[in-house]
């Protein structure tokens, strides 16, 4: 593994240091979001479900148009530089915000940028590499991320420590937002060959991709109703007894493990098969659900169930990137994951605020039941409709 990891192409180096120095702003920010957003901005469960369902429905929608854009002009480094430049700016206006519609309107500019540049980026790396080391290649790219996650709440931690005020901490993040930007317009294209030649037209339907693909894309629909922001993980831990100023830790414990056995978890997957690594995710992360809503859960169990979500994390991040590469046709690559960015994320709109419903207005263990249902069954229809053998006459 180390051998293939030294002989990755720079970009691929280079989209995973732009990655760790954004989510080291973006993380340290993070986890902080719920906290400031009860204690300084008095918002309760429905407003943080609305705030970070609209975010990310609106990333998701422009990962499809910003996926369809590549497949036509060919250019991923334009979005990739204007996204990271809109995410800089934004976040540190966080601080000059005065209820939680005015962080909606900031969280929904930051995911924008994130929205122009994920699918741009993720069809560099595709691109960048040949298929047996695709699964190596976003593995390594989520590890850097996770590692950016771990440094960002770390830092956030001390702050809290030495008793910066929060509205002070957001404006932090302008220093690595800065830095990201400048990296970035380091990238270059990759080389492409004859069949990635740009179409006549705009192109926004799933013609022609496989069958397969197109359940796929659909199950991963489904599942993302199950996966409501994480910002939901760290309001029940904070109920459940963990201490403000360790909440950060405890997400960057989550980032740590993910940033450690992405990499590794994502390599196997070049050599066995990826569904198995996915299905196997999708059932942890079912069980941490039901396990979450639990009403006796102790602080010893919860730190368990987050260790494993960190597992959930690192056996997919990658992995599932990778069989989006592996399942689009030549050429078609960055439309491929405009739909799988858009649909792995705009069901996170009704999951988010569904799940903020039936938290505040019934308990927290009617809002992960129903997380760890939708999950379950989305496991279901991935062994046995998504992976069907076809029969033959």
Same mark, same amino acid.
Request: charged letters at 15%.
């Given at each position: 593994?180390?051998?293939?990891?030294?002989?990755?192409?720079?970009?691929?180096?280079?989209?995973?240091?732009?990655?760790?120095?954004?989510?080291?702003?973006?993380?340290?920010?993070?986890?902080?979001?719920?906290?400031?957003?009860?204690?300084?901005?008095?918002?309760?469960?429905?407003?943080?479900?609305?705030?970070?369902?609209?975010?990310?429905?609106?990333?998701?929608?422009?990962?499809?148009?910003?996926?369809?854009?590549?497949?036509?002009?060919?250019?991923?480094?334009?979005?990739?530089?204007?996204?990271?430049?809109?995410?800089?700016?934004?976040?540190?206006?966080?601080? $000059? @915000?005065? /209820?939680?519609? +005015?962080?909606?309107?900031?969280?929904?500019?930051?995911? =924008?940028?994130? #929205? *122009?540049?994920?699918?741009?980026?993720?069809?560099?790396?595709?691109?960048?590499?040949?298929?047996?080391?695709?699964?190596?290649?976003?593995?390594?790219?989520?590890?850097?991320?996770?590692?950016?996650?771990?440094?960002?709440?770390?830092?956030?931690?001390?702050?809290?420590?030495?008793?910066?005020?929060?509205?002070?901490?957001?404006?932090?993040?302008?220093?690595?937002?800065?830095?990201?930007?400048?990296?970035?317009?380091?990238?270059?294209?990759?080389?492409?060959?004859?069949?990635?030649?740009?179409?006549?037209? $705009? @192109?926004? /339907?799933?013609? +022609?991709?496989?069958?397969?693909?197109?359940?796929?894309? =659909?199950?991963? #629909? *489904?599942?993302?109703?199950?996966?409501?922001?994480?910002?939901?993980?760290?309001?029940?831990?904070?109920?459940?007894?963990?201490?403000?100023?360790?909440?950060?830790?405890?997400?960057?414990?989550?980032?740590?493990?993910?940033?450690?056995?992405?990499?590794?978890?994502?390599?196997?997957?070049?050599?066995?098969?990826?569904?198995?690594?996915?299905?196997?995710?999708?059932?942890?992360?079912?069980?941490?659900?039901?396990?979450?809503?639990?009403?006796?859960?102790?602080?010893?169990?919860?730190?368990?169930?987050?260790?494993?979500?960190?597992?959930?994390?690192?056996?997919?991040?990658?992995?599932?990137?990778?069989?989006?590469?592996?399942?689009?046709?030549?050429?078609?690559?960055?439309?491929?994951?405009?739909?799988?960015?858009?649909?792995?994320?705009?069901?996170?709109?009704?999951?988010?605020?569904?799940?903020?419903?039936?938290?505040?207005?019934?308990?927290?263990?009617?809002?992960?039941?129903?997380?760890?249902?939708?999950?379950?069954?989305?496991?279901?229809?991935?062994?046995?409709?998504?992976?069907?053998?076809?029969?033959?006459?």
């Amino acid at each position: 593994m180390l051998k293939t990891l030294a002989s990755l192409p720079r970009s691929v180096w280079l989209i995973g240091l732009i990655s760790l120095v954004n989510d080291s702003a973006s993380e340290m920010l993070y986890p902080l979001m719920p906290l400031y957003l009860a204690s300084v901005l008095m918002a309760g469960p429905k407003a943080i479900g609305l705030i970070e369902g609209v975010a990310e429905a609106t990333s998701s929608l422009f990962k499809l148009v910003s996926g369809v854009i590549v497949n036509k002009t060919n250019k991923t480094k334009p979005w990739i530089v204007f996204g990271y430049s809109v995410a800089a700016i934004g976040r540190p206006l966080i601080a $000059f @915000v005065g /209820s939680w519609f +005015g962080v909606l309107c900031i969280r929904f500019a930051d995911r =924008l940028g994130k #929205g *122009l540049r994920s699918s741009p980026r993720d069809t560099l790396l595709a691109e960048s590499v040949p298929a047996n080391q695709r699964g190596i290649t976003f593995g390594l790219h989520r590890s850097m991320d996770n590692l950016g996650a771990v440094i960002g709440p770390l830092l956030a931690a001390y702050l809290l420590a030495i008793q910066m005020p929060l509205r002070e901490i957001f404006m932090w993040a302008i220093i690595p937002g800065a830095i990201t930007v400048v990296l970035a317009l380091c990238l270059k294209e990759p080389a492409r060959n004859i069949s990635s030649i740009a179409p006549t037209k $705009f @192109v926004w /339907s799933l013609a +022609g991709f496989p069958p397969q693909f197109k359940r796929y894309i =659909l199950v991963v #629909g *489904l599942f993302a109703l199950s996966n409501s922001s994480d910002m939901f993980l760290l309001l029940r831990a904070r109920e459940l007894g963990v201490p403000q100023e360790e909440i950060p830790l405890l997400w960057a414990g989550i980032s740590l493990i993910t940033a450690v056995f992405g990499t590794p978890l994502s390599a196997l997957s070049d050599r066995f098969s990826r569904k198995y690594f996915i299905a196997c995710a999708w059932a942890i992360y079912a069980l941490i659900y039901v396990g979450m809503g639990y009403s006796g859960l102790t602080l010893g169990w919860l730190c368990g169930l987050f260790v494993l979500y960190g597992l959930f994390k690192a056996g997919t991040e990658g992995v599932e990137k990778a069989l989006v590469a592996d399942l689009a046709p030549p050429g078609l690559t960055g439309r491929a994951f405009g739909w799988f960015n858009m649909c792995s994320g705009i069901m996170l709109l009704p999951a988010s605020f569904i799940f903020g419903v039936l938290y505040e207005a019934y308990s927290p263990t009617a809002a992960f039941l129903f997380s760890g249902g939708c999950a379950f069954l989305s496991l279901l229809l991935l062994v046995f409709w998504v992976f069907r053998t076809p029969k033959h006459a």
